[in-house]
């Protein structure tokens, strides 16, 4: 199967020498993005985002690529996760000087030029949202496995953007908060079904 990548191919800006070194000096070097929403897309299609997959790629290095080329990883993400809905995850890009090419990503981000993210994925489950063109047609992606993430100046989704940068230590609080409230809301879902499942069986004197 395809690779559905949410972005569109465009080159991005590159910052000029001096602005790449006048960011050296920033240690803390980790951003936070919104990565995906199930807001319909410019393609007019719809990802699910309690239907992403993450296993996968957390199992893997998890590298952050630009325009979704495998030939320029700029980065690592450190979290991703399920905030208000959204997918949202924190990049963190190697110490300054190990890899010139991510030390003029990360200073284009810094600057502006670059703040936008795309999601690459293989569908899992789908739904057409025209049911006229089913098979070509947009679709509502109700289950899909994460392949990639990237940085990109012209997202598919509009609302997949750079959120903050600098390790903001009140945000990413925050990030974890949400997912430790989710994560306790599923476990309590969980339980009442596996407790309902059970008064079934008594009942029925399986």
């Not at 980065?75 to 890899?99: M, Q, S, W």
């Not at 600098?166 to 994560?183: C, E, P, V």
Request: charge should be positive; glycine fraction near 6%; proline fraction near 7%.
């Amino acid at each position: 199967m395809t690779i559905i990548r949410k972005f569109f191919d465009s080159p991005a800006a590159m910052p000029p020498m001096a602005t790449i070194n006048a960011y050296k000096d920033v240690s803390n070097r980790v951003i936070y993005v919104r990565a995906s929403t199930a807001d319909v897309d410019r393609s007019g299609e719809v990802v699910v985002q309690s239907g992403i997959n993450l296993a996968n790629f957390r199992r893997a290095s998890s590298p952050v690529l630009l325009n979704h080329s495998a030939q320029q990883p700029v980065a690592r993400c450190i979290d991703i996760g399920l905030v208000n809905g959204n997918l949202e995850a924190a990049f963190k890009f190697p110490d300054p000087g190990k890899l010139p090419f991510s030390d003029a990503i990360f200073a284009a981000v810094l600057e502006g030029l670059i703040g936008a993210v795309s999601i690459g994925f293989m569908p899992v489950e789908t739904s057409p949202m025209d049911k006229g063109n089913a098979v070509r047609g947009p679709q509502r992606y109700v289950k899909s496995d994460l392949m990639e993430i990237s940085l990109t100046p012209t997202p598919c989704n509009p609302a997949a953007v750079v959120l903050r940068t600098g390790l903001n230590q009140q945000g990413a609080a925050k990030m974890s908060a949400d997912r430790i409230r989710a994560g306790i809301r599923e476990e309590i879902t969980r339980a009442k079904l596996m407790r309902e499942i059970e008064i079934m069986k008594l009942k029925m004197g399986v």
